[in-house]
């Protein structure tokens, strides 16, 4: 191939990629080395500085940033690992081969995923409204009530429109590696009498590890860029979700006030969390392949 014919090809997408992608960073990266000042009349126009350490010992000293750190840190663990599991268990029923219907169930799980992220909150917020939630007037007649937007209950309100959302687009994910399971193997297990679930636990299920660390690595990625689930229910929330509930709604919150720089020292500190975090994911799943 000839460096015109690869540059025509590959051309238009490094062109996209540096400036749709590493151009952003490389800004943000920058302003969050200034910081903006302003006089205490108010009366001048705010100045910005060099100041290379100002908003990182701003944003580490900040309480709410750093509580939002954490809640995401706790919605991963916990809402990560139940999606997943139900995007397998969906996958290995849908593949069973007594199962019927199967289009038909592919396509329902994978539903939810159709429908815009910020279309399933406005749906959800409607189902958990102190109003109008028909989950709690159904459950009226026996005197309980679910408080959605409890302090403690907030989160996982939250994680459940995300795993509403995101489960049957994982499920297809790994239904698809299931396929390339041969035929032969899955017919010398049945040959040998191994049950449906031995079968399962003991052959695809471990053919599919490299889809579910994907997938899970991208979900990992997705829970630390939360936004638009709880900025969409924070109207209605009754304070339980606040303008920093997770890291990314802090930094537009730091961004509405006009402080960029802050917001960007936000941004940083997040990818670098999130790409330290993926590479010793990838670390110790790749132990686990060569062990």
């Known amino acids: ?158 994680a459940n429109i995300v795993t509403w959302s995101w489960t049957g687009y994982n499920m297809i994910i790994i239904y698809s590696a299931l396929q390339t399971i041969p035929s032969e193997v899955l017919e010398a297990a049945r040959v040998d009498g191994a049950s449906a679930l031995r079968t399962a636990w003991s052959i695809k299920i471990p053919a599919v590890r490299s889809s579910l660390v994907l997938t899970a690595v991208f979900s990992l990625i997705g829970s630390a860029q939360l936004y638009n689930e709880p900025a969409v229910l924070q109207p209605i929330s009754s304070g339980a979700i606040s303008s920093a509930f997770t890291p990314i709604m802090s930094a537009q919150a730091a961004v509405s006030a006009g402080n960029y720089p802050y917001a960007a020292a936000q941004s940083v500190i997040l990818a670098l969390s999130v790409g330290v975090l993926s590479f010793v994911f990838f670390k110790l799943t790749n132990r686990g392949d060569k062990a």
């Open 1 to 158: 191939m000839s460096g015109r014919t690869l540059f025509l090809f590959g051309g238009p997408f490094v062109l996209l990629f540096l400036a749709m992608y590493v151009a952003p960073i490389v800004y943000a990266t920058v302003s969050s080395l200034f910081v903006v000042r302003r006089s205490g009349l108010g009366l001048a126009p705010p100045t910005r500085e060099f100041d290379p350490f100002h908003n990182f010992g701003a944003a580490f000293a900040d309480e709410d940033f750093l509580a939002g750190l954490g809640r995401v840190g706790l919605f991963a663990v916990v809402q990560v690992p139940v999606m997943l599991g139900l995007a397998l268990g969906l996958a290995l029923l849908i593949d069973a081969k007594s199962a019927r219907g199967k289009g038909f169930f592919r396509l329902g799980a994978f539903l939810p995923y159709a429908i815009p992220g910020v279309s399933a909150a406005l749906v959800w917020s409607f189902m958990y409204s102190a109003e109008s939630s028909p989950v709690n007037h159904l459950l009226e007649p026996l005197g309980i009530r679910i408080p959605f937007f409890d302090e403690g209950i907030a989160l996982w309100s939250v």
